[in-house]
């Protein structure tokens, strides 16, 4: 087997499953010379997973590369290979913020790639790339594929020419998976000059694809008129595009797309539409975007007894004087607290009262927003300042407050 295409320079994650691709992988980056660690994912969902996570783990230790390992012992309801990859890709996730590596690496192959294009086919889907990337980014995770010329079957060669332990995962023969169906009635059965054809109709779709999505790159995918005055196949592209530039990996139907067009001609300003799982279409106006809704928002609250800088999940405050009239407090009102707005609360503008709903449906501001908007609170319980909510809002050097918030 030819060399890796990889750079000797970065630091690697293997994402390795104990399966025979991704231990050809590993053998592959041990004997050619690569700086990479293991990071390894047990969801507890086979009798078999302990025992390969032992095994991998084992085989680590004799090889002299260090594995992380999650355990994963809660339960998973829904679409559990959604669920799965979202576990996973949140712990990637983790171990390369914290330890810096590069990239992750997985051992995705021609079976895959081709595998993957056959369900975008059956399903119906219109994404934004045919197939499957060598690179990508998955959930703020850089993702590298370099088996993508490899066939899975030589993979298991290789492991098996090579003596390298590997475990079969029997649910890739479960075939109520339409994957699983198209994997061993199709592509097992493609002889190389199939395999060739197809990759050159993926190519091709893909270099059409490209120059379509080129108008989209530049434009405000957001605006609802700038969608509502595409053509129909535009308007369908341009939708999917935009999601997967929220979401890498996840495609929306035809039908999907339907009820999303549905919402954005609708006269309701303030609509959020689940998509899939956690994902939803938030439309505020006359704008929308999609946004991932994991828990009710709750309730907050910060105690400002002194100077400082305040930085956390909601907002950013540096408090450098106890006099600042542009936030609208002085030394007499501390201690200062900063806590959510109620659509209830009152707020003082020059001489009259106004309900801070008010100043919301003024402003224009996305739903989801208005349950986590700060506003900051004198010792006597009166609302000193509430910022205002401005989509195109630029964070610069000099400021002082922000909210932490997606628009």
């Known amino acids: 087997m030819s060399k890796l295409k990889l750079d000797k320079n970065k630091k690697y994650f293997l994402a390795c499953s104990y399966g025979p691709d991704s231990m050809a992988l590993f053998d592959m980056l041990l004997k050619q010379g690569y700086n990479f660690e293991v990071a390894h994912v047990n969801y507890h969902l086979r009798k ?15 090889k002299g590369i260090k594995i992380y390992v999650l355990d994963y012992v809660d339960s998973i309801v829904g679409n559990v290979e959604s669920e799965c990859r979202h576990i996973r890709y949140r712990y990637f996730k983790e171990l390369l913020d914290k330890y810096g ?28 790339f045919y197939g499957i990337r060598e690179l990508t980014t998955i959930n703020g995770v850089k993702i590298r594929r ?34 699983n169906e198209i994997r061993h009635n199709k592509v097992s059965q493609m002889n190389d000059e199939d395999r060739r054809l197809y990759r050159d109709i993926i190519n091709a779709k893909n270099d059409e694809l490209k120059t379509k999505f080129a108008s989209f790159e530049k434009a405000d995918l957001g605006d609802i008129k700038y969608i509502l005055a595409l053509d129909d196949l535009s308007q369908i592209y341009a939708i999917n595009y935009y999601y997967q530039t929220h979401f890498p990996g996840h495609y929306l139907s035809r039908a999907n797309v339907g009820e999303i067009l549905k919402v954005l001609k609708s006269n309701k300003p303030n609509v959020t539409k689940i998509i899939s799982g956690d994902r939803y279409l938030q439309k505020t106006y006359d704008r929308f975007d999609f946004v991932t809704l994991e828990k009710e928002l709750s309730d907050y609250s910060y105690f400002i007894k002194e100077l400082g800088i ?15 009239r542009r936030r609208g407090f002085c030394k007499s009102d501390f201690p200062l607290t900063i806590r959510n707005l109620n659509p209830e ?51 610069d050097k000099d400021c002082d407050f922000f909210v932490k918030v997606n628009k």
């Not at 294009?117 to 994404?127: A, L, N, S, T, V």
């Open 48 to 62: 078999e997973s302990n025992s390969e996570t032992e095994g991998l783990t084992n085989y680590c230790y004799k």
């Open 101 to 128: 590596y590069d990239e992750m690496l997985v051992a995705h192959n021609e079976d895959d790639l081709l595998e993957t294009f056959f369900i975008q086919i059956d399903r119906k889907i219109d994404p934004i």
């Open 146 to 179: 370099p088996l993508l010329d490899y066939k899975k079957a030589e993979l298991l060669e290789y492991c098996n020419k090579n003596n390298v332990p590997y475990a079969i995962d029997q649910s890739n023969f479960d075939f109520k998976y339409k994957r």
């Open 310 to 324: 305040y930085d956390n999940d909601h907002f950013f405050f540096k408090c450098d004087s106890f006099e600042n």
């Open 345 to 395: 609360d009152e707020i003082k503008i020059k001489d009259y009262y106004v309900k801070a709903r008010r100043l919301f449906i003024d402003w224009k501001m996305p739903v989801r927003l208005r349950k986590v908007w700060p506003c900051i609170v004198n010792n006597k319980g009166i609302i000193v300042y509430v910022p205002r909510y401005q989509k195109d809002f630029k964070i």
